[in-house]
């Protein structure tokens, strides 16, 4: 059994990249491991942000891994912000970080470039999510594509905690699925974001009229044939993949029983199978209060603390920041 750490940023609207990159794979993983899934809303300020959107997108992010299928009794299932200790651990291993490793971060100068006058909160971001995961001890942690270079980055800074004060921390290794780069769909070139134009990505929780017209109206490519091939074919295969990925089915048999088709038919039954799928998303923000939502986060955050502190203690011991 090993210790697993994600988060999703409750940063604007939860896409159908974050559930076939991520939250999919979470609730597999919490069969046989010991997970801490989190809603990283300290993470989700180190851009502008609209302080009355940010409970909303909390409520509405819990929700989704909620009806996606994380049990908070099974898995630890909280908020970042209710467990201090993932800022205290972020400033002491900010001691340890070379300020160039993280300028050279990709996530950083894509948001550099969008949003000018970066604040030094976006620059050490890759250091509140390190702390996100040594705090727990995390050994796999489900991501995306786009996340690997900042795990990649954390195992550096558990590696030389483990160097400077002793072996405390193992070192996370990232947990890819099938799903780890869902493409946009106005431009299937670049991954799906939800900082970007809402006709680019599927929201868990958008209406079915609106998903229909969203994938009716995705980017595909020239040319007829229905045929997987990323590099000739982007727009075409990131269908063919949501397709397989949320029917279950394998790549190769959808290309099978599209053959022939038009892409117009294989939108049309992509956005049916979409809408079905999100259905019990819709359903579930009629169904729960926000209070609700907010106690099973409460409840989480207390059993994550119990590790939490835990580990930060021994580490502030090993630091020599015990009197
Ligand atoms: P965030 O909120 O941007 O995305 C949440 C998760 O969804 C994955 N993802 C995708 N996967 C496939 N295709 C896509 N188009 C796509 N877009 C997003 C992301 O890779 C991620 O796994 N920095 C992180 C949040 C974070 C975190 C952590 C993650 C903070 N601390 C500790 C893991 C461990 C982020 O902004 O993810």
Redesign the pocket.
Known sequence: MAIV?????P?GEI?L??Y???IKVWVELQREHQCFY?I?DL?AISTPYNPKDLKKNIVKTCLAYLVAGIDSKKSVLFLQSLVPEHTELAWLLGTLVPVGDLTRMTQYKEKVKKHKQAKAGLLN?PI??SA??LLYRAEL???????IQ??ELCREIASRFNRTFGKFFPLPKPFLSE?????SLTDPTK????TDNPQSYISLFDPPDLIYQKILKAVTDSGKEIRFSPLKKPGISNLLLIYALISGKEIKKVEEDFEGKSYLELKKSLAELLIDELEPFRLALKEHSESEIIKVLKEGAEKAKEVAQENLAQVKELMGLRV
């Open positions: 750490f994600s988060g999703v940023r940063s896409h990249g974050n076939l990159g991520a989190c990283v993470h971001y509140l999510q996100d995961i942690v489900p991501v995306g594509r786009d996340q900042h795990i799903g780890e780069k869902i493409r991954k799906m974001s939800k």
